[in-house]
C-alpha cells in the first residue's frame, strides 16, 4: 500500500529517486519494474508496480475496442506505458515524452494512491489540491453515498 506524498527531485537525465521506504515492498512485490503511463483526465503521470498494472492492462485490453471512450483509454493508457526500473541506487529514468506531458522538470511530487503512485509536477500538483480543497467545501451535496458514510 503506497501512501503519503514525498517531493523528489529529477536529475539533468530525467531520473528521479524513489524514496527508501518504498524500495523494498517494490523489490519484493515487482522485482524492481514499474509501469509509467500518463492520467488521462489530469497532467500527471501513473506508477505501477509491473504486477500491479499487468492486472488493469488486462482489464483495459478485454473492452470492446468499437467504443469510443474505451478505444480513447486504450489508446493513451496502453499507448503510453513505459517499463521502468530501480536502478542500484533506487532510481528510475522517466522517459521525455511522459515528461513532457505532465510538465516534469525539477520538483516533483510523488503521491501514494495505494496500488499506485502519481507523479506531478510540484507547482502543478499545489495549484490542484487547492483548487479540489475549495471545491469539497462548495459540493459536499454531490458526494456519492458510500463517502457520507464514511466516518474520518
Known amino acids: 500500500m503506497f501512501r503519503g506524498i514525498n517531493i523528489v527531485n529529477l536529475d539533468a537525465k530525467g531520473r528521479m529517486a524513489i524514496p527508501t521506504r518504498y524500495r523494498s515492498e517494490l523489490t519484493d512485490e ?8 500518463i492520467d488521462t483526465e489530469d497532467s500527471c503521470l501513473l506508477l505501477y508496480p509491473l ?11 478485454s473492452l470492446p475496442s468499437f467504443n469510443r471512450v474505451t478505444r480513447r483509454i486504450q489508446r493513451l493508457l496502453i499507448g503510453h506505458a513505459t517499463e521502468v526500473e530501480l536502478d542500484a541506487n533506487g532510481r528510475i529514468l522517466l522517459p521525455s515524452l511522459l515528461r513532457d506531458y505532465a510538465g516534469l522538470e525539477k520538483r516533483v511530487m510523488l503521491i501514494g494512491q495505494g496500488k499506485k ?5 510540484e507547482d502543478q500538483w499545489n495549484n ?11 459540493n459536499t451535496a454531490e458526494l456519492p453515498e458510500q463517502l457520507q458514510e464514511l466516518s474520518l
Open 30 to 37: 515487482a522485482n524492481g519494474r514499474l509501469i509509467a503511463t
Open 51 to 61: 504486477p500491479a498494472w499487468t492486472e488493469i492492462e488486462q482489464k483495459i485490453e
Open 117 to 121: 503512485f502519481e507523479l506531478w509536477d
Open 128 to 138: 490542484g489540491r487547492n483548487g479540489w480543497l475549495a471545491e469539497s467545501h462548495q
